[in-house]
């Protein structure tokens, strides 16, 4: 028995090693004990569990995006959200099907396997590679294809060519058969047939056939000629399972969509919707993707039938409702208010989550109204009382904020900011919410011209808007130039206050004094008060955790507190808290009660203290009130420029520009430069009067100005145009022959330069950088510090100076030196004293580090990248050298206005290979974002290890 059970157990592990070969001969098949092995090991030991993890952390994701109601939802939340956090899992997915590939490749298993490769490398964002892997199963497992022929072996040609035999023989049979009986069922029918037109010929020729059978034939001719499907199932697989070649192919389509290239996408989709054999159960995954197809590129109406057929085909109640939701929100975009309800309706029998049934229901109130179905004040009214209800506290942001769109659609504008003010009062942890109330807050301002409002809710809109929204952009350029005009408007505002004070006679400038006071105290009061709850709010009884043993403490009982103190005032009365509260025992001072018994209006007396404190910023004489003119003059002009030049109001530029001229008639300082625009922006306004009469004023009393020139010489602008072209190229030949090596001939066109253009020409800066730049590298580090100086003295505010300035701390130049640099090319101790800034400016610095670094291409790349996606912002880049190790070059990209931006330019640029020009080669790099004056610290030290842990604690954590 013994010797049985180990030639048994011999035998299975025979068998099994037998199994396991992971590939066979050139021609030959795998057995089918060897293709069972491989399918149930790919299955159960990868491919199950690789689709677990898929399954698990696509829903984990789904969790994790927020929908934003206000904008058209996600079609596939899981490939919306932030893919970071799950970046491990889909390496898993990845890595389990590629060892399920690698190991059992003749399994029935393969297909799926290599799909999932694509999902994981899709849902990381890796699109590229995506698209390479779902391409690879389109051409090499395309189940229509024909396999090609396999060379058999001996023995299974003998078996089927006596199969083969057998078959025939039976076949041969079979035909006798049925020749013998059609024989005998012609001889009955010849037979019959006489019999019948025996009859016929009897009887008349009206009788017709039967009216039943009329409509059968009837119903033959209507049904469409249509062939149906024959031949074999190139899908099926057996054992009620199907390739995964028709799920890659969906896969392969939304793949293309995220690459744009959409013409490929709805060619591929077309061609399976024409494919007969296409499974029934991923039909309306089919229809969401063309739907996608469609709502990607805006082309919102031709999703609206594919997005019908995927409600009706899928089963999910929860996809039904997200799909429903969505295409009612294009109707809804789309104007067909009546077709929008109806669409939420459908949400709602789907039983969504109550976040998403809330918003159907706020969405269709607000369709009824569009539809006429309810008035204005109704919906108002039941949006109220949906605000009212206890269970929608948290979603009372999104209610006040479709009472704000009710509002503005009925030109209630007023009521509209003050319902917008409350949605964000009202809002807890909705971040897309809060986002939608600043950005609509911001246009609001914007349109009535409150630019100071206008910008700071663009400035609070950019700091939780999602860089991927499309309306960033637009966010970004609004804030960007309105950043100066709003500091302009503010300081001409501060501006005349300051004139207003001083004009003021001495009793009302105390009047002023004491209403300032006032409500500097009351703030101070109610800062106070606020204080004074939080501390009370943080001293109360700490909250109980499940299972801990209530607490005896007297003072953490609510009820015998208020007992205690109902007790205390019967005895005592109501007593002020404070030392030596009995009275008889307090030391008796005069600023006791007394105190309280003063004349109310001493308390509220204005000292020459206050006076000075509250006014110190007025001027003393006419001198100092000089200067603040000429601080509200300069503002006004630059103001009425901007007006014209950022935001294209040509209204707003002549009202402050004809201002200005009406403040101060006498002051002649930009008198060309007004005159200039006043008559461009009355040209644009269509009116000629006023634009001819600020055209002679300037042409008679500025006949020769640039200004004029440009207006009545119609070559003077294509002339000053070619002369910068011309410099540009100039310039940039100098630079060409200065990065080549020839420094000398860089130097001599550098001197050249202000002789052929001027010496106020705008590239003087850059000219002047460049000849300090080949001084240093013709006469030495003394001469090149030098010439450094005298860029940074000539040209203080320009970006060279900037530039100039790094590289003479770099080189310890006198007057650059840093605090702990000694005088001797040793390296003194390390500078660690970094400060955290977040609204100070920052840059984003790249550190490279190797032999084989192309700065120049580098340098190329990003310049690349920022002008495609950060056009507006005007960065700079620059690169630099820690010490003498030019293998560890550092690119700096300047400047970004506070640490929010440029994380949100670091976060961005991290995972993009086009950034740095990564295509074939990669670089070993760091991504740092820094300030300035850490920047300083860091070029001191020379390096940047002291860094990198401040920058892991302080902007990574």
Not at 40 to 53: G, I, R, V
Not at 233 to 247: D, I
Not at 353 to 376: C, H, I, P, V
Request: charged share 30%; aromatic share 10%.
């Amino acid at each position: 028995m013994k010797n049985f059970r180990l030639i048994t157990l011999l035998l299975a592990a025979l068998v099994l090693a037998g199994g396991c070969v992971t590939t066979k001969k050139k021609g030959q098949e795998v057995g089918r004990f060897k293709k069972g092995y491989h399918n149930l090991t790919s299955k159960f030991n990868y491919w199950f569990n690789a689709d677990e993890l898929l399954r698990l952390t696509m829903d984990k994701q789904s969790l994790q995006y927020k929908d934003n109601y206000n904008q058209i939802l996600e079609l596939y939340p899981y490939a919306a959200a932030d893919p970071q956090p799950a970046r491990g899992d889909y390496d898993n997915v990845i890595l389990k099907s590629s060892k399920a590939i690698a190991l059992h490749r003749p399994s029935d298993w393969t297909d799926d396997c290599y799909t999932m490769i694509g999902q994981g490398q899709f849902l990381k964002r890796d699109f590229e590679t995506a698209e390479a892997t779902f391409k690879y199963i389109r051409e090499e497992l395309d189940p229509h294809k024909t396999k090609p022929k396999v060379k058999k072996s001996s023995k299974k040609k003998k078996k089927e060519s006596v199969k083969k035999k057998k078959k025939s023989k039976k076949k041969a049979a079979k035909k006798k058969k049925k020749n013998s009986k059609k024989k005998k069922s012609s001889k009955k029918k010849s037979s019959s047939s006489k019999s019948k037109t025996a009859d016929k010929s009897k009887t008349t020729d009206t009788k017709t056939k039967p009216a039943a059978d009329t409509k059968k034939d009837a119903k033959k001719k209507e049904q469409p000629a249509t062939p149906p499907v024959t031949g074999i199932n190139p899908y099926k697989k057996g054992w009620k399972r199907t390739s995964a070649y028709p799920l890659a192919m969906i896969w392969y389509g939304r793949t293309l969509i995220e690459r744009e290239k959409y013409d490929e996408a709805e060619f591929l989709y077309r061609d399976l919707y024409e494919d007969p054999w296409f499974p029934q159960s991923l039909k309306d995954d089919l229809a969401t993707a063309e739907a996608y197809l469609w709502i990607k590129q805006k082309k919102y109406d031709r999703a609206i039938e594919p997005l019908a057929r995927a409600i009706e085909l899928t089963r999910r109640k929860k996809d039904r409702a997200r799909m429903a939701f969505i295409l009612a929100q294009i109707y809804e975009r789309a104007g067909r208010h009546e077709e929008s309800y109806a669409a939420y309706e459908t949400v709602l029998r789907s039983r969504p989550a109550y976040d998403m049934e809330f918003n159907a229901r706020l969405s269709q109130l607000k369709a009824g109204w569009a539809n006429g179905k309810t008035t204005g004040a109704e919906a108002t009214k039941s949006l109220e009382r949906m605000a009212r209800e206890e269970k929608n506290k948290e979603y009372r942001d999104q209610v006040y904020f479709v009472m704000a769109e009710i509002a503005l659609k009925e030109d209630r504008k007023k009521d509209a900011i003050g319902y917008l003010r409350q949605s964000l009062a009202a809002n807890v942890n909705n971040t897309p919410q809060r986002g939608e109330s600043y950005l609509l807050l911001g246009d609001l301002y914007f349109e009535a011209e409150d630019f100071v409002q206008a910008k700071n809710y663009y400035d609070s809109t950019l700091t939780v808007m999602q860089a991927t929204d499309t309306r960033y952009g637009r966010v970004t350029t609004y804030s960007k130039n309105l950043t100066d005009i709003a500091r302009l408007i503010t300081t001409i505002a501060e501006n005349d206050s300051i004139v207003r004070i001083y004009n003021m006679d001495e009793t009302s400038r105390k009047e002023l004094a004491k209403s300032i006071k006032k409500q500097r105290e009351a703030e101070a009061q109610a800062e106070a008060a606020a204080q004074a709850a939080k501390t009370q709010n943080s001293s109360k009884a700490p909250t109980p955790q499940a299972g801990a043993k209530p607490s005896n403490f007297y003072f953490y009982n609510d009820a015998f507190l208020k007992k205690g103190k109902k007790d205390f005032n019967k005895l005592w009365g109501a007593r002020k808290l404070e030392d030596n509260w009995r009275r008889s025992n307090r030391v008796v001072t005069s600023d006791g009660d007394d105190a309280a018994a003063k004349d109310s209006t001493q308390a509220n007396a204005v000292s020459d203290a206050d006076l000075n404190s509250i006014f110190q910023g007025i001027p003393k004489n006419e001198a100092e009130l000089a200067v603040i003119h000429l601080a509200t003059y300069e503002a006004m002009f630059k103001l009425g420029t901007l007006f014209r030049d950022n935001l294209e109001n040509y209204r707003r530029s002549a009202i402050t520009l004809e201002d200005l001229q009406a403040r101060y008639p006498d002051t002649a300082k930009h008198e060309q430069e007004v005159w200039y625009y006043c008559y461009l922006d009355f040209n644009d306004l269509n009116n000629p009067q006023k634009a001819q009469y600020y055209l002679d004023k300037l042409s008679g009393k500025y006949p020769n100005s640039p200004y004029t020139r440009a207006l009545t010489d119609p070559n003077f602008l294509n002339a000053s145009r070619a002369r910068e072209r011309e410099m540009t190229e100039y310039y940039e030949q100098t630079y060409a022959q200065f990065q080549t090596g020839q420094y000398q001939t860089a130097y001599e066109r550098c001197l050249e330069a202000p002789k052929k253009y001027g010496s106020t020409n705008p590239l003087m800066p850059k000219f002047a950088l460049l000849s300090a730049l080949c001084v240093g590298n013709l006469q030495g580090n003394e001469a090149y510090c030098k010439a450094l100086s005298e860029v940074i003295g000539r040209y203080p505010e320009s970006a060279e100076a900037t530039r100039a300035k790094e590289i003479a701390r770099l080189l310890s130049c006198k007057g650059f030196e840093t605090d702990d640099k000694k005088k001797n090319d040793q390296k003194g101790p390390m500078d660690d004293a970094f400060t955290r800034e977040d609204d100070k400016l920052h840059y984003f610095i790249v550190s490279l580090s190797g032999s084989d670094i192309k700065l120049d291409d580098v340098k190329a790349s990003i310049a690349d990248y920022n002008r495609e996606f950060h056009k507006t912002e005007q960065l700079r880049i620059s690169n630099i050298f820690l010490g003498t190790d030019t293998n560890t070059p550092i690119v700096v990209i300047r400047k970004f206005d506070n640490k929010e931006q440029a994380m949100r330019y670091l976060n961005e640029v991290k995972d993009k290979k086009d950034f740095l020009g990564e295509g074939k080669k990669t670089y070993n790099k760091e991504l740092f974002v820094i300030t300035q004056e850490n920047y300083r610290r860091v070029l001191k030290n020379k390096t940047l290890d002291g860094y990198r842990e401040f920058f892991q604690d302080n902007y990574l954590k």
